[in-house]
């Protein structure tokens, strides 16, 4: 390693690889980041913008609780607007049924001193102005938060640059090259660069970016899609919402609103070697996913495709959209006409638990993973990166990740 301090290569631009050069960079690492495609051009721009800690997985509620709190002072660290909101976050309930699964949960809200707390219909309406819904109840968590999703990863990508990271677009890594066990460098697009460490946060396309190390990374794509919906003459709280849609308002009183419980996943060869892991997360699933042969179902998965699809735009389900939005005028009859703006899909790459892979696995050395994160990762971001980061520089994680290690799937 140099006495400027290591030269690390990031692999992906998205809210994980934009945080991570940012955190790498502000510590004195050399950084390089190289995007295939545009700036946070996948998920990371195509999200709800939801920073949610109600509901997560015990081994991850930690990592996000400290991530909210990273989200408090974004704005500040980062010199930018990032449309951040902290009203909270609420689920409805219409049955009985998913009111008891989330009361089953609360145990680990209060474990962790999280402020989740179960609601009323009563308390549902006179939280929710102008709602006309009949509910059996809710799940609110007042300390979640919100943002744009388009605005935070370039953020961070700005922010990276301001401490002397390097951003490259339009730009693929073709491989991770190795010598001695050991990371050595990359091959790009634009020539080879020699590298201590590399991070592959490629999000989708990760396990494709790692397939060539011998290393097996099962991850399936979701399609999720979602609609921005003109401003109309209903001032709702700043909140995310879940109920018959999801649906967040913006500054400017227009609407994200999408299915809040369904997904398209597009069969690929991939589905076939990984199925058997993921049978069980179908299974409980079922009634909410979809599953189609996809266009790339022959498709060797390698680097022709990796240069084709620059930027993966998926063609939204307006099928389900218009399901979202009948579901919020349901809940909301005063909105009046719903003028759509624009509709949009993105893939969501999921591991069979649907917990993130954050890990260094050793082999090679030097290599670092921060992907998976299976819809939860604009919220979880900002930790993600720090810990890959962490991971890089060869230091103690601030967290536990234990639960997040590649070596799982095994």
């Known amino acids: 390693m140099s006495a400027q301090g290591p030269s690390v290569v990031v692999i992906g631009s998205g809210i994980v690889g934009a945080s991570t050069a940012y955190y790498l960079a502000r510590r004195g690492a050399r950084v390089t980041l190289f995007e295939k495609g545009r700036l946070a051009g996948e998920q990371s721009s195509r999200n709800w913008g939801a920073v949610r800690q109600q509901g997560r997985h015990p081994a991850e509620l930690p990592l996000m609780m400290d991530c909210n709190r990273l989200w408090q002072g974004l704005e500040q660290d980062l010199r930018a607007d990032l449309g951040w909101y902290q009203q909270g976050q609420l689920r409805i309930a219409y049955d009985e049924r998913t009111l008891a699964g989330w009361e089953a949960w609360l145990p680990v809200a209060r474990e962790h001193g999280l402020d989740t707390r179960i609601l009323g219909p009563g308390e549902v309406t006179a939280l929710l102005p102008h709602y006309q819904a009949r509910c059996v109840g809710g799940m609110f968590t007042p300390s979640d938060g919100c943002a744009e999703p388009e605005k935070v990863a370039p953020a961070f990508c700005a922010a990276a640059e301001r401490h002397g990271?390097?951003?490259?677009?339009?730009?693929?890594?073709l491989g991770i090259d190795t010598g001695n066990g050991r990371v050595s460098g990359v091959e790009t697009e634009r020539g080879p660069l020699a590298a201590d460490a590399v991070v592959c946060a490629a999000g989708a396309w990760a396990t494709r970016v790692l397939q060539p190390l011998g290393l097996r990374l099962p991850t399936l794509r979701v399609r999720a899609s979602a609609a921005h919906v003109a401003p109309m003459g209903l001032e709702l709280r700043k909140l995310v919402v879940w109920g018959r849609a999801a649906y967040r308002q913006r500054r400017d009183g227009s609407l994200t609103i999408a299915p809040?419980?369904?997904?398209?996943?597009?069969l690929t060869l991939d589905s076939l070697r990984h199925g058997l892991k993921f049978l069980p997360l179908y299974l409980r699933n079922r009634s909410k996913l979809q599953l189609r042969v996809g266009a790339d179902f022959f498709s060797p998965g390698g680097l022709g495709t990796l240069l084709q699809h620059r930027t993966l735009d998926p063609p939204p389900d307006l099928t389900a959209i218009r399901g979202a939005l009948a579901g919020f005028r349901e809940e909301y009859p005063g909105a009046g006409e719903l003028r759509v703006l624009r509709t949009w899909a993105g893939y969501i790459d999921y591991t069979p638990d649907e917990l993130p892979?954050?890990?260094?696995?050793?082999?090679?050395?030097?290599?670092?993973?921060?992907?998976?994160?299976s819809g939860h990762g604009f919220g979880l971001g900002p930790v993600t990166g720090r810990s890959a980061a962490e991971l890089a520089l060869g230091e103690r994680p601030s967290h536990d990740l234990s639960a997040f290690r590649l070596a799982r799937f095994a």
Do not use: F, K, N
């Open 165 to 173: 990271a390097e951003i490259v677009t339009g730009c693929a890594v």
């Open 260 to 266: 809040g419980s369904s997904g398209r996943h597009d």
């Open 357 to 373: 892979v954050i890990d260094a696995p050793g082999r090679p050395h030097g290599l670092v993973i921060a992907t998976g994160l």
